[in-house]
């Protein structure tokens, strides 16, 4: 059945209108002839306005006017521009400019259409910014692996390789790659990635982590792919430093003769190293468990390791095997984090079973060597006795014989001084040599030292001398032998009494004595400004029946002293000036006390 509608009459009246872009028709003096129903939605007003007028409010034609090239040469015309809207708007276009000729083959209007593609253009503005930024070489190769685009990474690297063959510019080949991912990509149509080593524009090697994937598919067809790469060089050598530092790490953990235990967040043992095993008799590493670690280390330690914010050192302890076997050790704790965030525990075990024996040993040796001196100097000393209990003799022989009393006397006097110095040199000696093991207790080190200031308070006072007392509260009860850290401070307040007493000095004598504690130590100091003692006094002032007291001290005193700090495992150390004074210091170390009902060996 056929229409009734004449075509060609509609077509005249309505396709004009019907165009789905702006259409204008336009003279050679730029005046708009006709418009079409876009072009008056779009530009608004367009009657006895120039189309320059309307398009881009200017006052005179275009410069570069493509219409009138038109009216010129009749040849159409596509070019972008931008206009503004009835708004005023500024859009992005596209214009076609084409003659409308008459029957002659003269052009007396041109048509223009107007096609708005901002939303376009800025889509392509986009893409464009983002091929052009995004921090990774980009390249655009066609099937003869020519490079037909890069983006800005890639000629920071390669400098200008558009137009060049990949392999040339990235491998400095004359063919392509045996194993070319992009290669790859044509034939299957796949995304594939492998790592690649190219050489920049300055000549140093680069590692790269290149993907390819087609580019502008259409109806499953490519012409195209667009290679990514990454630079991973970098990347590389930090793999390869973290590699070395984790084999040079476990080398360290191999081979320590320390024992280390790591445990993770969740408390899982992740190491354990061969000395570890050897010190807590694990025959298979599998056998050790998280929860054995409570049995293995003292009551709390793990606990307090948890809570604190660095290493936690147990400078002496015991800890037992997984066989519940006590042993010596130091150890060491410490909480592992990352970013703020627990990660685990660390802890190091040092067996100090050997250096307990060796310290004994030590102790025993010096003892026994100090016996030696003692044994020489006790000969040495009973000679000089047996000299004057020869002259008291001599003397008594004498008066008797020519009856002479007051030579009877004076033989008499010498005799039994004489003989008591013998008695006191062995009974000294004796209490020095036999090795008596310290009888400790816990006691209170402060008063110790308040009971010998009582002891010479009356005799501080008949010298005349200044007691200074700094005894610091709190500090808490040691394993000590009473009576013979009594003997030691009597030893030393003593000599500091008798140093003020015979100094030239007789003004503001004084002595300081103190007592406290300081790095897990105590700490006793007995201060006098004294007369002091010159070099040669010094150097034999620990050796065996050395006095400056005359027939008044045996030189057993500071001897026992230094003796009975050793058993406690302490040291004196002293310091003094000819007629400045001097100071002696008693140091013991808390871990090195003997212990209570545990004798000493010395």
């Not at 009138?68 to 992005?92: M, Q, T, W």
């Not at 995304?191 to 524009?201: D, I, L, T």
């Not at 008798?498 to 897990?520: G, K, M």
């Not at 000036?577 to 060996?601: A, H, M, S």
Request: aromatic share 8%; hydrophobic share 35%.
């Amino acid at each position: 059945m056929g229409s009734s509608l004449d075509l060609e009459k509609w077509i005249k009246q309505n396709l004009f209108d019907a165009l789905p872009v702006s259409a204008a028709i336009v003279d050679p003096d730029y005046n708009i002839i006709m418009v079409n129903k876009q072009y008056r939605s779009k530009f608004g007003d367009w009657k006895s306005i120039k189309c320059y007028q309307a398009y881009k409010n200017l006052e005179s034609s275009c410069p570069h006017c493509k219409a009138n090239a038109v009216f010129k040469d009749g040849i159409p015309r596509l070019f972008e521009d931008i206009s503004r809207d009835k708004g005023g708007k500024k859009s992005c276009r596209i214009r076609k400019a084409f003659p409308i000729r008459d029957e002659e083959g003269s052009i007396p209007y041109v048509m223009e259409t107007i096609t708005d593609i901002t939303d376009t253009e800025m889509v392509r503005q986009k893409y464009r910014s983002l091929f052009e930024h995004v921090p990774c070489d980009i390249l655009v190769i066609n099937k003869d692996f020519q490079i037909t685009e890069a983006n800005s990474k890639s000629r920071e690297l390669f400098g200008q390789v558009e137009g060049a063959f990949c392999y040339e510019v990235l491998k400095n080949r004359d063919s392509k790659c045996p194993d070319c991912s992009a290669e790859k990509t044509f034939q299957d149509g796949k995304m594939h990635s492998g790592r690649s080593s190219v050489v920049n524009k300055d000549g140093r090697k680069t590692e790269l982590l290149v993907t390819t994937v087609p580019f502008e598919v259409e109806n499953g067809h490519f012409d195209y792919v667009l290679e990514m790469a990454v630079d991973i060089t970098e990347t590389l050598a930090l793999q390869e430093e973290l590699e070395m530092a984790n084999t040079t790490m476990q080398s360290l953990i191999s081979s320590s003769l320390y024992g280390i235990i790591a445990v993770d967040e969740n408390n899982q043992i992740r190491v354990s190293n061969q000395a570890a095993e050897q010190m807590l008799n694990i025959e298979d590493k599998r056998q050790l468990q998280e929860a054995d670690l409570e049995t293995i280390f003292p009551e709390g330690f793990i606990n307090l390791v948890n809570s604190s914010q660095g290493p936690i050192y147990l400078h002496e302890t015991k800890l037992c095997d997984i066989k519940g076997e006590p042993f010596p050790a130091r150890l060491t704790g410490i909480k592992l984090q990352l970013n703020e965030q627990d990660r685990g525990k660390a802890f190091w075990i040092h067996n100090i079973r050997r250096i307990k024996k060796l310290e004994t040993e030590n102790l025993e040796a010096e003892r026994l060597a100090a016996v030696g001196k003692t044994v020489a100097g006790l000969a040495h000393g009973i000679k000089n006795v047996l000299t004057g209990l020869e002259g008291g003799e001599y003397m008594l022989n004498s008066g008797l014989q020519k009856g002479d009393a007051a030579r009877i006397r004076k033989g008499m006097e010498m005799l039994n001084r004489n003989t008591k110095r013998v008695s006191t040199f062995v009974k000294e000696f004796l209490n020095f040599s036999k090795g008596q093991e310290p009888e400790t207790i816990l006691c209170d080190p402060v008063k110790i030292a308040r009971e010998v200031v009582s002891t010479y308070s009356v005799r501080i006072r008949q010298v005349g001398v200044k007691l200074i007392t700094e005894f610091q509260d709190n500090i808490g009860l040691a394993p000590l032998d009473e009576e013979g850290m009594h003997e030691c401070l009597s030893n030393l307040l003593g000599n500091a009494i008798d140093a003020c007493r015979i100094s030239e000095n007789t003004d503001d004598l004084e002595i300081v004595f103190r007592v406290y504690e300081e790095d897990n130590a105590i700490m006793y100091e007995v201060i006098d400004n004294g007369c002091g003692m010159d070099y040669e006094v010094k150097r034999k002032i620990f050796t065996t029946f050395f006095t400056t007291k005359g027939l008044g001290g045996t030189g057993l005193g500071l001897l026992m002293t230094k003796k009975i700090i050793q058993q406690h495992g302490g040291k004196v150390e002293f310091d003094s000036v000819l007629d400045q004074g001097t100071t002696f210091q008693i140091t013991l170390p808390r871990e090195r006390l003997p212990k209570i009902n545990q004798p000493q060996i010395t």
